[in-house]
Structure formats: structure tokens, C-alpha cells
């Protein structure tokens, strides 16, 4: 993650502009004084910058829950506060380089607001989820011209290695996204999807929880596939297999297909590797045999004014309420110029959102963005309502 080591911490007069970036406000941890976020704005893009204040010396990052598509606007964003702050740098992996020039004609990376809003729909559409180096997602992708390809990826240095790609390639019928694959698939539209690639994903044997194949994921997956499309995963774990397989069993009516050690047209390196280690590798395809309902989610994200006091409000520090089918945690809690930031997780267990609020004199709301407008995400808005209203 980029970064910079900072003698001494120094805070600018907000808000401030410089070299095209906008430094909004500044929050503070109402806990602890040692951490601070800075709002950043970046061609058109809002995030947070993390302060750390540690002895001797201090830490200026990115925030993980706010970071944003380019990594390049975040070297942008380090790099304009240091030098409108005047900070002594101590050490520092941030390049002084300018954006890659593949990168700069770069057209497939989308947020989530983009499928949110008008899900493109002109063409059949296939997901790959977590691509990693990309080789079969751009493969598909060169192969099949006539299809809308969307690879979900959360590491950064392999987006961009695709992105890349993808300009050299001249690929138009490929988008990226940085997101959580398990909320995307609660706004894809029902009954248009092809295939869905999940190959080779992180076995998580310690924490099944976070497992990408579960049953609410096989049922998002079969109300988004076409009849006769389908969900594929392949791994080099035998327990991840034995888990899936289990889990795509228990439905009541389900078709799958099994294969071991099955070769397909192009291969990552990490399976060339598995392969000469001579390790299995199992193929678990469910075959969508139902059309589904069409997709409809009612509500909205607003709030009406807050019932309670800010200190009321500050003392829902690291307070977890619990209602059906889901939680709400409040982690963090900041002070802000003219009110209060909370950070908080909310939703159901297995698939949360990761989100601040603000909350003021002009009322309340979502910051940076709303959350997606998931089923699960408008049942927990409605709660977190009743929370902060008392």
C-alpha cells in the first residue's frame, strides 16, 4: 500500500486546493488522538487519507475502506499534502512518476455506482471473480468479443496489470471492478449472465465465513444466469472442493458437474505451478436449469433528523446491535469541525458494508458514497435509523 513516513504531522487550513487536489476536512478518532482522516477529493474521485501518529515519526496512507479505482490518484493525493503541509518525508514507496501511459487511456475500470445505476445490458455478460493475473479473464475476453466480460479483482497490482492488457489489447468488451463480488451480484439483473468464473479462490479454511461460495451466493447466482448458464469453480484445495460440493448439494433441486484434473484452454501461473507439483485440481459447474423472478429493490438511503445528542451519539463507540438476518457494529468514532463521523460495518454477517456517516447540523448522511441499494443494505439503513433517532 503506498505510503509516506513523516517526521512530524502538520495540519493545513481546510478546505484547500493543491496541484488539482481538494482537501475537504479533517476527523478526528474521538478515542484516540493518534489517528486522523483527511477527506480528498481526486478527479472527481472522494477518499480518505489515514493519518498515524507514532513516536518519533507518523504515517500517511490511504484508507482502506474509501480507497479509490486509480491508484495513481492516491500517489496524486500523498503527494500534493505533503508538500501543501510542508512535511519533512522520512521515507517513502510512493513513485513521483507520471501515470502509466497504458493506464491513462484506460476506460474499464467502473465503480460500483456504474452497475449500480444503469446495468449495462446490450450484450450477454460473464463474471470472473477475484482473476488475479488476468490470464483467463483476457483470454475469455479476446476470445468472445460479442460478450460483456466484468472481472472483479481487490488487489490492486493485478487490476492494473488487466487494465493494461486490456488498452494493448484493444479489448472493448471488458470491464474491472474493485469491489466485494458477493454485494455486485445482489444488483445484477436476473436471467442475463452466461457464466460466472470463480477459479482458484481463496480457501479461507480458518474463516469459512468469508468464503466467496456459500448458499446466499449460489442463490444470487442462480437468479442471475441465464437458463443453461453457469457457476464454475475450480480450486487446488480438496477441503474447499469437499465444502463446495456440500453446500451446492443441499439445495433441493440442483445439476452439477464434477471434474478432476480437468484441462481448460488457458491456465494461470500458479495452476502451471500446482500442476508440475502434480496437486489435483477439482472442477465443481452448476448448470442454471430456472428463470428467475426479475429483480425489484424498493427504499432509498435517506434519514430524517437525528434524535439523539452527539455525545449520545459518540457513546455508540464499539456498540454492536443485532436484528434479523443481519448486524450493525459502530468501530470508530471521529470528530469532525461541525459534528461527528461514525465508521461502521453493517448488513448481513457474511457479506457486510464498510462505511462512514456524518452526521451535523445539516442532518445526516453517507460519506463518500451511499451504500449499494442491496436488499440487505436498505433492511440495515432502516435499523441504523431507528438506532440514531433513539
Do not use: C
Not at 98 to 106: A, C, M, R
Not at 212 to 218: A, D, N, P
Amino acid at each position: 500500500m503506498p505510503h509516506l513516513h513523516i517526521e512530524e504531522f502538520k495540519q493545513i487550513d481546510f478546505p484547500k486546493v493543491y496541484d488539482e487536489v481538494s482537501f475537504n476536512f479533517i476527523a478526528s478518532n474521538a478515542m484516540h488522538e493518534d489517528e486522523k482522516l483527511i477527506s480528498t477529493t481526486v478527479e472527481d474521485e472522494d477518499f480518505f487519507l489515514l493519518v498515524k501518529e507514532e513516536e518519533n515519526k507518523s504515517l500517511l496512507k490511504t484508507d482502506k475502506l474509501t480507497r479509490p479505482a486509480s491508484i495513481h490518484n492516491v500517489h496524486r493525493a500523498l503527494l500534493a499534502y505533503a508538500k501543501a503541509a510542508g512535511l519533512h518525508v522520512i521515507n517513502s514507496n510512493v513513485p513521483q512518476t507520471q501515470k502509466n501511459i497504458h493506464l491513462q487511456e484506460v476506460t474499464a475500470l467502473k465503480k460500483i455506482e456504474y452497475f449500480a445505476n444503469k446495468f449495462p445490458l446490450d450484450k450477454e455478460v460473464r463474471i470472473e471473480v477475484g482473476f488475479g493475473s488476468g490470464r483467463h479473464l483476457l483470454h475469455q475476453a479476446a476470445t468472445h468479443p460479442d460478450v460483456l466480460f466484468i472481472g472483479i479483482e481487490i488487489h490492486r497490482p493485478s487490476i492494473e496489470q488487466v487494465l493494461k492488457q486490456s488498452v494493448i489489447q484493444k479489448l472493448n468488451n471488458l470491464l474491472v471492478l474493485d469491489y466485494d463480488a458477493r454485494l455486485f451480484m445482489e444488483l445484477v439483473p436476473s436471467n442475463i449472465v452466461g457464466a460466472i468464473y470463480v477459479h482458484f479462490p481463496v480457501p479461507w479454511d480458518k474463516k469459512p465465513h468469508r468464503r466467496v461460495i456459500s448458499t446466499s451466493f449460489i442463490e444470487e447466482a442462480r437468479r442471475v444466469l441465464k437458463v443453461g448458464g453457469t457457476l464454475e469453480l475450480r480450486t487446488d484445495s480438496e477441503n474447499y472442493y469437499a465444502y463446495s460440493y456440500e453446500t451446492f448439494i443441499a439445495f433441493n433441486k440442483t445439476t452439477l458437474q464434477i471434474n478432476k484434473n480437468k484441462d481448460i484452454a488457458i491456465s494461470s501461473k500458479y495452476e502451471d505451478r500446482w500442476k508440475k507439483m502434480e496437486k489435483n485440481i477439482y472442477d465443481v459447474t452448476m448448470i442454471n436449469d430456472e428463470l428467475s423472478e426479475p429483480l425489484t429493490i424498493e427504499g432509498d438511503f435517506t434519514f430524517s433528523k437525528p434524535g439523539l445528542s452527539f455525545d449520545e451519539i459518540t457513546g455508540l463507540h464499539n456498540k454492536t446491535f443485532r436484528f434479523e438476518d443481519g448486524f450493525m457494529h459502530f468501530e470508530r468514532v471521529y470528530k469532525t469541525k461541525n459534528g461527528v463521523m461514525l465508521r461502521l460495518s453493517m448488513g448481513s454477517f457474511d457479506r457486510p458494508e464498510h462505511l462512514y456517516i456524518i452526521i451535523d447540523e445539516k442532518g445526516i448522511s453517507y460519506y463518500p458514497d451511499l451504500p449499494l441499494k442491496s436488499r440487505s443494505n436498505l433492511k440495515a439503513h432502516k435499523e441504523l435509523g431507528k438506532i440514531l433517532h433513539g
